[in-house]
């Protein structure tokens, strides 16, 4: 039976991934996300995935590793995690009564059977106008700092939603849906169990 690792240390993505009916374990190894600023992002998201899912499949080559990066884009402006307080002000700040779209890249690598695959999902997610005491408090609660695009949608950023386009579990990190259909025919195609 194939071991299923998922390589990201993300807690929203590690409940996410306990709703499918595979067992899975958290492994992650340090890479270098460097995003190439002439490539589009869908490419950009998959690349880092494929990097983060071919880290941890070096030593478990037996293993079906699943990566995933996640990065907000606002008129061609990729918008990462916050490098501190200010600079998710800023973010918020361009985010404020737009209309912006959310990238997840997502690979699956199994050495043993030479399978590399990756795929993308975008949801465009429309903010309301954000006052400048709203963008100071929610800076002030420390979530966005860890977030792209400096909010989490299943949290108090939340409240800045006014409506959205496309999967909102991508949104979140993961688009579970079509993770889930893409497992299912990975492990039919090659026989995983």
Do not use: W
Not at 2 to 9: C, N, R
Not at 141 to 170: M, R, W
């Amino acid at each position: 039976m194939t071991d299923f690792i998922l390589a990201s240390a993300s807690p929203r993505r590690k409940e996410l991934i306990l709703n499918l009916p595979y067992s899975f374990r958290i492994e992650t190894k340090e890479t270098d996300e460097i995003l190439d600023p002439d490539a589009m992002p869908e490419e950009n998201v998959m690349a880092i995935a494929r990097q983060k899912a071919a880290a941890v499949a070096q030593d478990n080559r037996d293993s079906l590793v699943v990566g995933c990066d996640t990065v907000v884009v606002y008129d061609s402006l990729i918008l990462g995690k916050p490098k501190d307080a200010k600079d998710a002000g800023r973010m918020l700040r361009l985010l404020s009564g737009n209309t912006h779209r959310v990238y997840t890249g997502v690979s699956l690598i199994l050495r043993s059977k030479k399978l590399s695959h990756s795929f993308f999902v975008c949801t465009e997610v429309s903010f309301k106008q954000l006052t400048e005491d709203e963008i100071n408090r929610y800076v002030a609660t420390e979530e966005p700092l860890d977030k792209a695009g400096a909010y989490g949608i299943q949290q108090y950023g939340s409240l800045f939603v006014e409506k959205i386009h496309g999967d909102y579990f991508n949104v979140v990190g993961l688009p579970i849906n079509r993770l889930y259909t893409e497992l299912q025919r990975t492990v039919r195609d090659y026989g995983l169990f």
